[in-house]
């Protein structure tokens, strides 16, 4: 019973932690549209959260760098299970165009498990959005 109530509670309201893995800003810029009056994803019960401790999704963005490789999976390993990945941009999905640069590891798959991908420089905050509902649909 107790689980169920909390996976309900989950499903209607994702605490989304983003974090920036070595990209330009400019999908973070979206991302923080979100959470502005025109878009107010908090009236689908989405949550920024700042502490990985207290957050069910981490939105990353940017190619993975060697230097920020382990501060991300410090980071992924503070959220408590059941947790949720979604890579956001090109740079996040692939690694994009500085994807054989000497310092990045690649996208954001090549260190956790990638549960939603949304492409596009920058993303487009209606599929960033999109990308959170729908998985928050199969939890
Ligand atoms: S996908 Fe484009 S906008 Fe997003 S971090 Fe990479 S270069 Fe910047």
Redesign the pocket.
């Known amino acids: 019973m107790i689980d169920r109530l909390v996976r309900w509670a989950r499903r209607r309201s994702p605490w989304v932690l983003s974090y920036n893995t070595g990209?330009?800003n400019?999908?973070d810029i979206e991302i923080l549209d979100l959470f502005t009056p025109r878009y107010d994803v908090e009236r689908l019960g989405i949550i920024k959260e700042a502490s990985p401790r207290h957050a069910d999704i981490l939105v990353c963005?940017?190619p993975v760098t060697r230097q920020s490789r382990d501060r991300l999976l410090r980071i992924y390993e503070q959220i408590p299970e059941p947790k949720w990945v979604i890579a956001v941009?090109?740079?996040a999905c692939s690694g994009?165009i500085v994807s054989d640069s000497y310092n990045v590891v690649g996208g954001i798959d090549q260190v956790l498990p990638v549960s939603m991908y949304v492409p596009g420089?920058?993303a487009r905050p209606e599929a960033v959005m999109d990308a959170i509902v729908r998985l928050t649909e199969t939890i």
């Open positions: 990209g330009c400019g999908c963005t940017g941009g090109i740079c994009g420089c920058p």
